[in-house]
T-cell receptor, first 112, second 115 residues
Framework: AQSVTQPDIHITVSEGASLELRCNYSYGATPYLFWYVQSPGQGLQLLLK??????LVQGIKGFEAEFKRSQSSFNLRKPSVHWSDAAEYFCAVNFGNEKLTFGTGTRLTIIP | GAVVSQHPSWVICKSGTSVKIECRSL??????MFWYRQFPKQSLMLMATSNEGSKATYEQGVEKDKFLINHASLTLSTLTVTSAHPEDSSFYIC???????????FGDGTRLSIL
């Protein structure tokens, strides 16, 4: 069955520390992969996407993600977080039918 | 580019009334739009796919007579919650595609509260 998993419901990191948010999917082929960020009461903003090619993709706001086919993963990273990065992060997958399947989200808290 | 506008951002109404939410693509034409529902502290659940000029495709478990979707033009899709009840209170978000298999671009959502 096709599914998307974000194992971490809530992550707390110190400002300036590095960040990695995990995302795994279940699918027989390579899907289209996305990371979105949502601030409270707002819609979703696209951080980055992977369709094909270079498995390390760069996004906005200093984020990057790496696609690992062998692990069916698409983890989001940032070398140094800022207080403004506090938000909800969603991994989303297009399994080839235009629809997006979202993970359950990871809430990121930044401590000074 | 690829701006999606959703209106209203917040609506409160009495039980039994109908509420219409608009989703507009401001700087592109969107043949396909999507409507999602999000409960507090939860993920987005796809309700339906809206295609310009044709009937919407609803996900399993979504009442099509309750949630009426109209996509009459390439820049506008509307979601009407008919005879709304408190259990329909939620955050509704729309998105639009600029082209097949491209990222979806999201509106800012509508907070619907039914009293």
């Amino acid at each position: 069955a096709q599914s998307v998993t974000q194992p971490d419901i809530h992550i707390t990191v110190s400002e300036g520390a590095s960040l990695e948010l995990r995302c795994n999917y279940s699918y027989g082929a390579t899907p289209y992969l996305f990371w979105y960020v949502q601030s409270p009461g707002q819609g979703l903003q696209l951080l980055l996407k992977y369709f094909s090619g270079d498995t390390l993709v760069q996004g906005i706001k200093g984020f990057e993600a790496e696609f690992k086919r062998s692990q069916s993963s698409f983890n989001l990273r940032k070398p140094s977080v800022h207080w403004s990065d506090a938000a909800e992060y969603f991994c989303a997958v297009n399994f080839g039918n235009e629809k997006l399947t979202f993970g359950t989200g990871t809430r990121l808290t930044i401590i000074p | 580019g690829a701006v999606v506008s959703q209106h209203p951002s917040w609506v409160i109404c009495k039980s039994g009334t109908s509420v219409k939410i608009e989703c507009r693509s401001l700087d592109f034409q969107a043949t396909t739009m999507f409507w999602y529902r999000q409960f507090p502290k939860q993920s987005l659940m796809l309700m339906a796919t809206s295609n310009e000029g044709s009937k919407a495709t609803y996900e399993q478990g979504v009442e099509k007579d309750k949630f009426l979707i109209n996509h009459a033009s390439l820049t506008l899709s509307t979601l009407t919650v008919t005879s709304a009840h408190p259990e329909d209170s939620s955050f509704y978000i729309c998105s639009a595609l600029t082209a097949p298999n491209q990222p979806q671009h999201f509106g800012d959502g509508t907070r619907l509260s039914i009293l």
